[in-house]
């Protein structure tokens, strides 16, 4: 009998063991979940797999957001040091709270082989109606899937018309496919005419801005799509547009017949707009439900940068070699106005590595190459590298320092550049300039020969191209040079807007 109590006394003492083993692990289990409800917590923010690659999600909410009252976060730990740490200074993804340059939106990369800012004009009249206008969005959409949105590849803002056009969000708004595609779906329509020229005016004059994320050097592209034809003039308005610079493309849906073409505001309005007309600016559609058939070929056209000849205008597509005298006539103070001069023709230019380039060179007997073609790629750093200029004084040998400037500068020129040679001097030179200039004109260089105070008349004719009178400058004092900007840049645009780009 005592043995069985003894026996029973441990008995007990083994289930006590267990309860209290139970307690523990129950314990270990609740404060196990109460940590997993932490990690699980849906408002702290998710990395999600998109359409092209990984990127990172914004937080739906911020743990810090929550008051100390919060139900949530009191079962969550009811330690004020616990509770402080989730407030302070990161969030769920490991981003530093106090650094507010966390990513908010989804940001893709993008295709670089097709990095062009495009606008899409689209047609929000009441003759297109609601099933066609849902239409036209499911086409948009189905660009933005094709494309690769991103910040290093194409960008989409989008612009829709009625009896005015309003910018419905800009180039820089969605940087990826999939927000792209979700904010067209939501688009309204307008309602009202068709009026393509207003809305080509007001993307002229609005739409492609830096402070609405033009990028610069992005070639510019215009997607029109119209139901039928326009209900106002395009023809002017797309001619300032493509001498800005801007590749208009037209999709025109069902078109007007030979009946309907007399209600027509502006016969032949396509190729009255589009940026060449060969064809290749143009897509006509006979149907609305064939809308789709144009996306691939329409992608394929926007992303061949190469025949967007309308990005070409005469600020954005030269090589300006300018060559420097400076002798001992010139003198130091001169020499600065000189380079003053340089200064203010060059920021009259688009200068980046892929539109105008500017080089240097300066001249005495001997030569020095100042600085060349894509060694400073915006106005501010050429400014700045022309203002640094050293001046060197010396004799005045004029025809070598061409002969130089074509082998050391000319030769480094892209193909697709117009080769522009500005030559300033102050005197006659002490060696032949004809020979050197006839050269460097048959390599397919316009040179420009700018002449002051005791500048020979017929040297500048030489260096000149023809006609001279408009490649050809005389002043008498340096500092009357400025007037001649102005002057200088027309008539560089107008000889480049005379010649056939088709």
């Known amino acids: 009998d005592h043995r069985v109590q003894d026996h029973r006394v441990q008995d007990h003492r083994v289930q006590d063991h267990r309860v209290q083993d139970h307690r523990v692990q129950d314990h270990r289990v609740q404060d196990h979940r109460v940590q997993d409800h932490r990690v699980h917590n849906p408002s702290l923010g998710t990395f999600s797999s998109l ?24 079962n969550q730990n009811t330690d004020e040091t616990e509770i402080n740490f989730w407030k302070s200074d990161f969030d769920a993804r490991g981003f530093s709270t106090r650094d507010q340059d966390f990513i908010e939106k989804l940001v893709s990369r993008g295709d670089p082989n097709c990095k062009v800012d495009l606008a899409f004009l689209v047609d929000g009249s009441w003759s297109i109606g609601r099933r066609r206008f849902g239409i036209q969005k499911k086409f948009l959409m189905s660009v933005a899937e094709t494309l690769d949105i991103g910040i290093a590849g194409p960008l989409i803002g989008i612009v829709q018309f009625g009896n005015n056009a309003s910018i419905e969000f800009n180039l820089q708004t969605y940087q990826n496919s999939r927000d792209l595609k979700s904010a ?33 050097g992005a070639p510019n592209v215009v997607v029109v799509l119209v139901d039928g034809w326009p209900t106002d ?7 300032l547009a493509r001498e800005s610079g801007i590749n208009i493309f037209f999709i025109t849906v069902e078109g007007a017949d030979q009946n309907e073409r007399q209600n027509m505001v502006e ?29 691939a070929p329409l992608v394929h056209r926007v992303c061949d940068t190469e025949r967007l000849v309308c990005s070409k205008t005469c600020l954005n597509s030269a090589d300006i070699g300018f060559v420097v005298d400076g002798s001992s006539s010139v003198g130091t103070d001169n020499f600065r106005t000189v380079l003053q001069f340089v200064a203010n023709i060059s920021r009259e230019f688009e200068i980046s590595d892929t539109a105008t380039r500017v080089g240097v060179v300066q001249y005495t007997y001997d030569q020095r190459l100042e600085f060349g073609f894509g060694e400073h790629n915006t106005r501010e750093a050429v400014s700045s590298a ?112 005379s010649q056939p780009h088709n």
């Open 233 to 239: 003039k395009v023809g002017e308005t797309a001619r």
């Open 184 to 216: 067209i779906e939501k688009i309204p329509q307008k309602g009202g005419l068709s009026n393509v020229g207003r809305a080509l005016s007001h993307t002229i004059g609005s739409f492609f801005s830096s402070e609405q994320g033009n990028r610069g």
């Open 267 to 295: 016969n032949d309005f396509v190729d009255k707009s589009v940026c060449r007309t060969t064809g290749y600016f143009a897509i006509n559609v006979p149907s609305w439900f064939q809308l789709q058939h144009a996306v």
């Open 51 to 74: 359409d092209h690659g990984q990127r990172l999600a914004a937080p739906r909410n911020r743990p810090w957001e929550y008051s100390p009252e919060s139900p949530t976060l009191q």
């Open 386 to 497: 022309v203002k640094n200029i050293r001046y060197w004084s010396g004799g005045t040998s004029t025809g070598e320092a061409i002969t130089y400037a074509s082998k050391h500068l000319f030769s480094k020129s892209k193909p697709n550049k117009r080769k522009l040679m500005i030559v300033i001097t102050d005197g006659r030179s002490y060696d032949d300039v004809r020979t050197p200039a006839l050269a460097a004109h048959r390599n397919g260089v316009i040179a420009y020969a700018i002449g002051i105070a005791w500048a020979a008349t017929d040297e500048l004719e030489y260096i000149a191209t023809d006609p001279d009178k408009d490649h050809s400058f005389f002043v008498d004092e340096f500092d009357s040079l400025y007037q001649f900007v102005p002057r200088i840049v027309r008539n560089i645009c107008q000889e480049f807007n």
